[in-house]
């Protein structure tokens, strides 16, 4: 059974940030929502509250960066990529600034509706020119996040994950930047994950692999630069083809990204991708709306079915004992109560 | 690189610059963009006529600026900012080093540009052939002024976000515990973008005070007048209410322009030495940014272009009769000036 991590970041960044004087924290009124709330109370005169004005927190950080401090923006992510978008190509990505772009809500993961839900942050974030996109898929990648940020000179944009978040890798695996990791091979279909989808494809790939469909599973946590071949190499081997899934429109996200690289290596496998098909979502639990969408295990085993051109016979049952051994039912009871009262 | 020419003698340079009064470089920067505007039928004129004193008394009489460490003649383009261009460069050095008690010029409507280049030119921070390379392929010396144009240290084009860059360098410059100051140049226009409100209740928040903002009030914009625009009057009275120290000047006056930036350097001087071994717990007046609104007239100093009121965002010349009256205000103004 998988460990269920509380606030991953918060007590991450306290850690991490305690002696390097440099790395500053700048809030827009949501500092206990991205969890900055530790490291404000802890370093008070590293951290900067800027209100509601999300433009202008953008510029700042800019001007701070290119004095040799490493601003880190924490806010959700819809007010990172949607609102100050001209400020954030112009003042940070243009220059190649190393601001470090901290966004929480990511997809469907609040209940706050389409105003709270970024689900084009990763397209719009990997149209910037400079700009590095990671995402994390559990606690252990939440943690890594920051040294990963870190590492990198130029401007990088975080999907991070708050809360109650389930640590699916070992927390000595931390993310490496431009590596996928490998979950499993198969020669008949490969499953590409990102963020919060990889969970349900693990249970959804246990399903498939029990009825004898060979699957491979990669998890993706850098959607910008897009680069790792064994993703190619993996979806090459998979005779009916590939299959992605993520929170996100699939529209400019991971399904995209992988769509081009197939085309320019000329790689003939069919393709389906999963996630938001061209839609607006709105506001209800987590769950209900990966199902109402289909980012869930349910639809990445119809997506199968649909590739190797057979039922499986997977009911809603069977992938219920499979999600069970990722996590267990009184886990399930905390996220969901973890979900109805998180701040917004 | 091989255009690089023999380097005129610094005494004999510092001994002239010594004699430039704001008047001079004032007439100076608008017969260069009149002679620029006229080789290339256009050019931002109007940005001339109104900002030229605020321009030069900036670089004259307010702002602690070393020399320039940039070349004479502007470097091509390096290409932009990347991970994989180390090359890459702004234009900052022309406004001298970067030094912890030096001052740092932020440049905002960067439509100005062409303002700005014969004001280095004027001041022998650039040569004064560096305007042949305006707006020409390849060149650093662009019409709409990036980072890596001379005098340029940000990116400003899309409008009103440098003071929000030039807080963030001012905030690191208090936490770093420099002296120096960051001066910002606007223009009234970008006073009707949110972000810059946006600022100035930042900088007001977190009392910074080690900036300074001089806005050309020409009341004109690409549309044409504000006024009819988009108005922003009472601009004073909105800065004041977003705790800003703000002096309304005539923007033709070197005088009225120095003065609230040098009365703000002395009581800066003043209170430093009253609090001096103390903690002295509330903000200091001087812990806001400064604003000096500069009321200035968009055809000061070449009257025909009254004719084009209220469009004079952008001159250029409507038949050859209009061409040659503006040349002939040039060789009238050669002549007076020889």
């Known amino acids: 059974m998988i460990e269920l991590v509380t606030r991953p970041h918060r007590s991450n960044l306290l850690r991490w940030a305690a002696k390097r004087s440099e790395v500053l924290v700048l809030g827009a009124d949501l500092t206990a929502s991205c969890e900055a709330d530790g490291f404000r109370d802890q370093f008070p005169e590293r951290f900067f509250s800027f209100g509601m004005a999300e433009q202008n927190m953008l510029g700042f950080a800019a001007g701070l960066a290119r004095e040799g401090f490493f601003p880190y923006i924490h806010t959700f992510s819809v007010f990172i990529t949607r609102r100050p978008f001209d400020q954030l190509a112009m003042s940070i990505a243009y220059p190649n600034l190393p601001v470090r772009l901290i966004g929480f809500l990511p997809g469907l993961t609040t209940p706050g509706g389409v105003t709270h839900q970024a689900i084009d942050d990763i397209a719009l974030m990997r149209a910037l020119p400079n700009m590095t996109v990671l995402e994390a898929g559990d606690a252990t990648e939440v943690e890594s996040m920051l040294d990963a940020a870190q590492a990198i000179e130029g401007p990088v944009y975080v999907r991070q994950l708050r809360g109650e978040v389930p640590r699916l890798f070992p927390s000595e695996q931390p993310l490496r930047f431009g590596r996928a990791r490998l979950l499993g091979s198969g020669t008949d279909l490969a499953v590409i994950s990102a963020g919060i989808c990889t969970e349900e494809a693990l249970s959804a790939v246990a399903a498939l692999r029990s009825r004898g469909v060979a699957t491979s599973h990669l998890h993706v946590s850098t959607l910008k630069p897009f680069d790792d071949p064994r993703l190619l190499e993996q979806i090459a081997n998979a005779r009916y083809g590939a299959i992605t899934i993520e929170n996100h429109s699939i529209i400019g996200g991971l399904g995209s990204a992988l769509a081009e690289q197939l085309a320019e290596q000329g790689i003939g496998r069919r393709l389906i991708r999963l996630g938001l098909r061209d839609t607006y979502a709105h506001g209800a639990s987590k769950p209900y709306l990966m199902r109402e969408y289909g980012l869930d295990a349910r639809a990445l085993v119809h997506a199968a079915e649909t590739l190797i051109d057979a039922s499986l016979g997977i009911d809603d049952a069977v992938l219920a004992e499979h999600a069970a051994a990722v996590r267990g039912a009184a886990q399930r009871e905390t996220l969901a109560k973890a979900d109805k009262t998180e701040d917004l | ?338």
């Open chain 2, 1 to 338: 690189m091989n255009a690089q020419r023999p380097q005129p003698d610094p005494q004999a340079i510092s001994a002239e610059l010594s004699a430039l009064t704001v008047q001079s470089v004032a007439a100076g920067i608008r017969r260069r963009v009149l002679e620029h505007t006229l080789r290339n039928n256009g050019g931002y004129l109007s940005q001339a006529c109104s900002a030229a004193e605020i321009l030069a008394t900036l670089f004259l009489r307010v702002m602690q600026l070393g020399p320039s460490t940039a070349p004479l003649i502007p470097r091509p383009f390096a290409g932009v900012p990347s991970q994989n261009n180390p090359a890459a460069l702004t234009g900052a050095g022309y406004n001298g080093p970067r030094a912890p008690d030096l001052d740092r010029f932020i440049f905002s409507p960067v439509h100005y540009a062409l303002v700005l280049y014969a004001l280095l030119i004027e001041l022998g921070r650039l040569g004064p052939d560096a305007l042949e390379r305006f707006n020409t392929d390849g060149s650093t010396v662009e019409l709409i002024g990036a980072e890596h144009s001379p005098g340029h240290e940000v990116t400003a084009g899309s409008l009103g976000q440098a003071l929000s860059q030039a807080g963030g360098i001012a905030l690191a410059r208090r936490l770093r515990g420099e002296s120096g100051r960051v001066w910002v140049f606007m223009s009234d226009g970008e006073f009707q973008e949110g972000q810059t409100w946006e600022a100035f209740a930042a900088l007001a928040h977190h009392h910074i005070g080690n900036l300074g903002v001089y806005i050309d009030a020409n009341a004109q914009q690409c549309d044409g007048a504000m006024a009819d625009v988009m108005t922003i009057e009472p601009l004073a009275d909105r800065l004041r209410a977003f705790g800003a120290e703000v002096h309304e000047v005539d923007g033709h006056d070197a005088e009225a322009l120095a003065k609230p930036a040098l009365a703000r350097e002395n009581t800066v001087i003043r209170e430093r030495h009253d609090t001096a071994g103390q903690q002295d717990p509330t903000p200091a007046a001087i812990d806001r940014p400064l604003v000096v609104i500069a009321r200035t007239d968009t055809c000061r100093g070449i009257d025909l272009l009254r004719e084009r009121a209220p469009k004079l965002h952008y001159l250029r010349f409507k038949s050859p009769n209009e061409q040659d009256a503006y040349e002939d205000l040039l060789e009238h103004w050669q002549d007076l000036a020889s």
